[in-house]
């Protein structure tokens, strides 16, 4: 009996060991997808000037993301917090916005449309052309927001997101002083250049600046500390 339990155990740690394997290698195919760009500039403050001046030195292929909290409004009537998503530019580079219909991920960006939370027009009986209002502008629903890369459903059930673009975010009248507020860049560099030997050397010069500094190795890690536990 004991060496049949003792087999049993090794066979069963050899599987757990080989399941750990195949998700470090998944997790290495989608590195990129986690950020979903080679790199990221993150503050809770609009980009000083000398930010900005960086931000142009780096060059590649750059978007940008402002993100907050805010009531949405519904056609049902009815009202909900999610997390708003001004976004410019062809984020994600890696990976994709998954919608429904599948082109709107791409096209919303194009009129003064929005990507909403599936969960979200579910609970509220939305459908696809209705129109949501986010803080004082109004937008029509583009498409059902079914994935963002890297992004668990757990987030998107605490706090839906609804997407819209850049242009339009100052006339929702939601940035204003004392707003909680995340300002985004993401790069994608095409010159094969070293990513991580780059962060660690914008590292220093923007912690003064209270600007955080993330790339895709940095995800892999941290999704590499949970794996490893």
């Known amino acids: 009996i004991c060496g049949a339990a003792i087999a049993a155990g090794i066979g069963a740690l050899t599987a757990l060991r080989g399941f750990g394997r195949s998700m470090e290698r998944s997790v290495d195919q989608q590195t990129a997808s986690l950020l979903g760009a ?8 609009a980009f000083a000037p000398q930010v900005e001046a960086l931000i142009d030195s780096l060059g590649g292929e750059q978007a940008r993301q402002v993100e907050l909290s805010s009531m949405v409004l519904l056609p049902s009537g009815g009202t909900r917090l999610a997390q708003v998503r001004a976004l410019e530019g062809n984020f994600p580079f890696y990976g ?6 599948p ?3 791409r096209t919303f960006r194009q009129e003064r449309e929005a990507l ?8 509220f009986a939305a459908q696809v052309d209705d129109s949501i209002r986010v803080g004082t502008l109004g937008f029509r629903i583009a498409g059902r927001l079914l994935n963002v890369p890297g992004e668990t459903a757990l987030r998107s059930d605490v706090q839906p997101c609804v997407f819209i673009p850049l242009r339009f975010l ?9 707003s909680r507020v995340e300002y985004q860049v993401f790069f994608r560099f095409g010159d094969g250049r070293d990513v991580e030997e780059l962060s660690e050397q914008l590292e220093p010069r923007l912690e003064a600046l209270q600007v955080d500094v993330d790339t895709a190795a940095d995800r892999r890690r941290q999704l590499g500390r949970t794996l490893d536990n």
């Not at 994709?96 to 219909?101: A, F, H, I, M, V």
């Not at 909403?116 to 609970?123: A, P």
């Not at 100052?170 to 004392?178: K, N, Y």
């Open 38 to 45: 080679d790199l990221e500039l993150e503050s809770n403050h």
């Open 96 to 101: 994709e916005l998954r919608t429904q219909p």
């Open 103 to 105: 082109q709107a991920g």
């Open 116 to 123: 909403v939370d599936n969960g979200l027009m579910l609970q």
């Open 170 to 178: 100052e006339e929702t009248g939601l940035v204003q002083r004392g």
